[in-house]
């Protein structure tokens, strides 16, 4: 990480329509209160000293899933130039709780900022190589013109909210 | 093609400028404009189409050996790779898959290519397009009208019109936001029960048996991760080398596309994935995942074989050759026809998987206009596969020769191309007779009798003013008149290329292009060389374009061998010496000329930053000015010479930003295109009668775009060479 990165990261997430907000592993619990709104659903998180609180579901069935306001999840990296974030989906539900709920809050670790696309695809590359079965690489909200404007939130999410974990 | 399939054509071009010619040309005006904001952002942004091309350059020479690659990766991972001979071995395949199943597809070219949904249903299955825009067209049962935004040509309005008919809900949805909420719902019950994902791959990794996946609505997503049966379906020339490969496509695809920087998911899947898929109720351990990657020849490996069909297999389906195109824009994909593909490159893909016939018709609305070539990511010549497709089009005909226009058109083509191309084709022959019985013929080719036999046989639109001939060709009057710097004593000695407009029709601005030259203390030759070859390769006439090609070297190869430089008035011309002739010379030929050939005002610039004086030109003296460059000009990168000069000899200088002034060369004339002629000419019209523009002189560089011009506003416009010229009003 690099605080240039960092700060093209910031401003290319404002771009794309994201909140960021910067935290540490003690104020994590204090700093993601108020990104969520019930019913909010999760993916445990691979931070040393940061785990999802009580209130949020990190075992949803399909209709908790479909009715969730938000979900959380980790994502593996940032990628600051684009303001994107990686979502490598596994066996611990990544994927549909950071496609299903209205928000996603993804948590980032500010280490695994990228500065572009170069440096994410090598690592896109080591992580398939490692057996990783999907990444995807998530910029903004979901959206669509098909209906005739410009609409936030088509099939996925219509919020995203990035939270970054400074002290990684 | 006949008077009443040209009345038809016209009247299907008509229908459409009537009913989706708005929302189409507003929505791809909007992708084309994003276009150019969004890659002029990218610092490095030829290198990154540089690499994108050499990608699949390699990928496609390599093409067999990366099919045995990605099956064996796919394999390991523990999924299925089917290779597919055509259409219908495909869908028997993911017909025995699919089983009678539910299935969600998210969108995909290639599954509209083989028409898989047909298939499937045919089987008893059910299947739903969960891309909102092909939902759109499944339940309007009609066909996509662009690669990316199929549904481009439906506006707000219509879409509520056909949610409330075919739902027939309590509170009709009407505004985008609801309509997007309205249809999420419902599908979102369809992904739930549905049994098999369907997607596309814009791009599959051969060295990790990964798909990439480029969308921006989370669809393709939802349709992976709530099935346990993934069957993804891809042309075999989607396959690249390796997961780092996917670096250049992933900035340029949305660029091109829609004109955002990056679409909002790009999924990397290396299925099976395990991801958890819906149970009945709980969500459940997606382990015992299925995979199907369905690689699709369907005429793919012979495109492969073919030298001038090959490139189109590096097409990343991007759209922006559509979205640049002025036709396009104006009337949209189904006004191009063609089975599944639509737009500029849509004639080799459709001519590669579906044969020349689906090819044929649409063919026509490619005028070589060129703008596509730069906005291509993997630098395409859409433009030749398009004169290819449309020379073996005419090719394939049966003879059925008419004596009569035989004599006139003394080409090198053969007898079975249409009556109405030989003609354009041969432009040179007509402007010789025409010019030798002028104004005989302008008056005879202008009298409503003539004017009708021409409409009814030729297809020549009787509300197109015709050109009209000079009775001296620009040739013989310089061959009177003679040079007036002695050549010895000349800053430079030049030979003026007489394009055949101006040779005989315009020949007012080869007159004054020699007298600025000259001006300028150039010594002029104008060599009596024919036409370029220009207006047969725009019929796909490439045997006569190359004879042309042949009789203009060989007319211009003393000055070439001098060393000496060729000034070329028409750009459309210049473009033919540097680009077109690679194809059409051989390479030394080819290679001397375009390294010694400027455009007229590319060169006066270059004299002027070489010390010539500008002060032997006459002054602009703030004259306001609009000037349309042109569509060859742009695609050279020659544009800002002409209005550089113009701005430095002190005019005050505006420019359009259209992509095209609408064709008014044989394409105008033709009576079934002439109505979205003037339809894509209006927009260039509007742009010079504003408040600032109305009252300005209006320059434009081509004929077509002066003809067109001239047709459409009430000021007469001229070549910008004449506003340096200074008998400029004393002609
Ligand atoms: S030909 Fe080029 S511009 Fe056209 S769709 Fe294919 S990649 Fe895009």
């Known amino acids: 990480m690099s605080a240039e990165s960092i700060a093209t990261f910031e401003s290319s997430l404002d771009e794309v329509g994201v909140e960021c907000v910067r ?79 209205d928000e996603h809050v993804a948590v980032v670790g500010a280490d695994d900022v990228l500065p572009d696309m170069d440096a994410a695809f090598d690592r896109l590359a080591a992580d398939v190589r490692e057996g990783a079965g999907q990444s995807i690489i998530a910029t903004g909200p979901s959206a669509t013109a098909d209906m005739g404007a410009l609409v936030k939130g088509a099939h996925g999410p219509m919020d995203v909210t990035v939270v970054l974990l400074e002290d990684r | 093609m006949s008077a009443e399939n040209r009345r038809q054509k016209a009247e299907h071009i008509r229908n459409l400028l009537e009913t989706e010619g708005d929302s189409v040309q507003q929505n791809t005006r909007v992708f084309n404009e994003g276009r150019y904001e969004s890659t002029a952002k990218l610092d490095d942004y030829e290198r990154l189409k540089d690499e994108a091309r050499a990608i699949k350059e390699d990928a496609i020479e390599r093409l067999p050996e990366l099919v045995d690659e990605v099956t064996e990766a796919v394999e390991a991972n523990g999924g299925t790779v089917y290779l597919a001979d055509d259409a219908a071995d495909a869908n028997r395949y993911i017909t025995e898959v699919v089983d009678g199943r539910t299935a969600v597809k998210s969108k995909s070219m290639t599954s509209e290519e083989i028409e898989v949904n047909e298939a499937l249903e045919a089987d008893g299955a059910d299947v739903w397009e969960t891309d909102l825009a092909e939902f759109v067209l499944q339940i309007a049962d009609e066909a996509p009208s662009h690669i990316v935004a199929p549904a481009i040509h439906k506006s707000r309005e219509e879409i509520a019109d056909l949610f409330e008919e075919v739902f027939d809900p309590e509170d009709p949805p009407e505004t985008a936001e609801e309509l997007t909420r309205f249809a999420r719902e419902h599908l979102g019950e369809k992904i739930r029960d549905a049994d098999v994902g369907m997607t596309g791959a814009n791009f599959v990794t051969a060295d990790t048996g990964s798909l990439a996946l480029v969308t921006s609505e989370g669809n393709a997503r939802k349709c992976v991760q709530a099935t346990d049966t993934h069957v993804a379906v891809a042309g075999v020339e989607k396959v690249i080398p390796s997961v780092e490969d996917l670096q250049p496509f992933v900035e340029l695809i949305g660029r091109s596309g829609t004109g955002q920087d990056i679409t909002s998911y790009v999924s990397l899947f290396t299925p099976p994935t395990d991801s958890p898929t819906f149970g009945d109720e709980a969500l459940e351990s997606g382990d015992g995942r299925d995979f199907h990657l369905v690689l699709i020849d369907n005429g793919r490996m012979e495109m492969r074989d073919d030298d001038q069909l090959r490139e189109t297999l590096y097409c990343i389906r991007c759209s922006a050759c559509a979205n640049s195109c002025a036709n396009f824009q104006h009337v949209g994909g189904h006004a191009f026809g063609g089975e599944t593909y639509s737009g500029g490159i849509a004639t080799g893909w459709e001519a590669g998987v579906h044969g020349e016939d689906s090819a044929a018709e649409f063919n026509d609305l490619c005028t070589g206009c060129s703008r596509c070539v730069n906005q291509c990511p993997v630098k395409i010549d859409i433009p030749w596969i398009n004169t290819v497709v449309r020379d073996r089009i005419n090719r394939g005909k049966d003879g059925d020769l008419d004596f009569l226009v035989e004599g ?71 061959a009177d008149r003679g040079s007036r710097v002695d050549p010895d004593a000349a800053r430079e000695r030049v ?71 060729v000034v070329v008035i028409e750009p459309s011309d210049l473009a033919m010496f540097h680009r077109e002739y690679e194809r059409l010379l051989p390479t030394e030929e080819y290679e001397a000329l375009r390294g010694n050939s400027y455009e007229v005002m590319e060169y006066v610039y270059g004299l002027l930053e070489n010390g010539a004086d500008l002060g032997a030109l006459p002054g602009g003296d703030g004259e306001r000015v609009a000037y349309h460059s042109h569509c060859q000009q742009r695609t050279l990168d020659l544009e800002p010479y002409t209005t550089a000069v113009l701005d430095d000899a002190g005019f005050d200088v505006a420019t359009s930003d259209v992509e095209c002034c609408g064709m008014a060369g044989s394409f105008g004339y033709k009576s079934e295109y002439y109505d979205l002629s003037v339809d894509v000419g209006e927009t260039l019209a509007d742009q010079f009668t504003t408040d600032e523009t109305a009252d300005r002189t209006v320059v434009a560089s081509g004929t077509s775009c002066l003809e067109q011009l001239d047709a459409l506003l009430t000021r007469r416009p001229a070549h910008p060479v004449r506003l340096l010229d200074a008998r400029r009003d004393r002609r």
């Open chain 2, 408 to 478: 006139l058109t003394p080409d090198e083509d053969p007898g079975g191309v249409d009556l109405q191309k030989r003609l354009f084709g041969n432009f040179d022959t007509l402007a010789k007779l025409g010019s030798a019985f002028a104004p005989l013929s302008n008056w005879v080719a202008g009298a409503g009798p003539a004017r009708s036999v021409l409409e009814r046989t030729l297809g020549v639109d009787s509300r197109r003013e015709l050109p009209e001939f000079e009775r001296e060709s620009l040739v013989d009057w310089f």
């Open chain 1, 23 to 101: 935290t540490t592993a003690g104020g994590f619990e204090s700093t993601l209160a108020p990104l969520l709104d019930d019913p909010a659903v999760g993916a445990p998180l691979p931070f040393d000293g940061v785990s999802l609180p009580e209130s949020v579901n990190a075992d949803p069935t399909v209709a908790e899933l479909e009715a969730a306001a938000t979900g959380v999840t980790a994502a593996g990296y940032g990628i600051a130039d684009y303001g994107s974030v990686v979502i490598q989906g596994g066996a611990a539900g990544e994927e549909p709780v950071s496609l299903y709920a």
């Open chain 2, 495 to 565: 030979a003026l290329y007489p394009d055949a407009y101006t040779n005989y029709v315009r020949t007012e601005r080869g007159k004054a292009a020699v007298r600025v030259l000259e001006a300028l203390d150039v010594h002029v030759d104008v060599p009596a060389a024919g036409e370029s070859g220009r207006a047969p390769l725009s019929q796909g006439m490439v045997a006569t374009a190359r004879s042309n090609a042949e009789g203009v070297y060989d007319a211009l190869a003393p000055a070439v061998a001098a060393d000496r430089d």
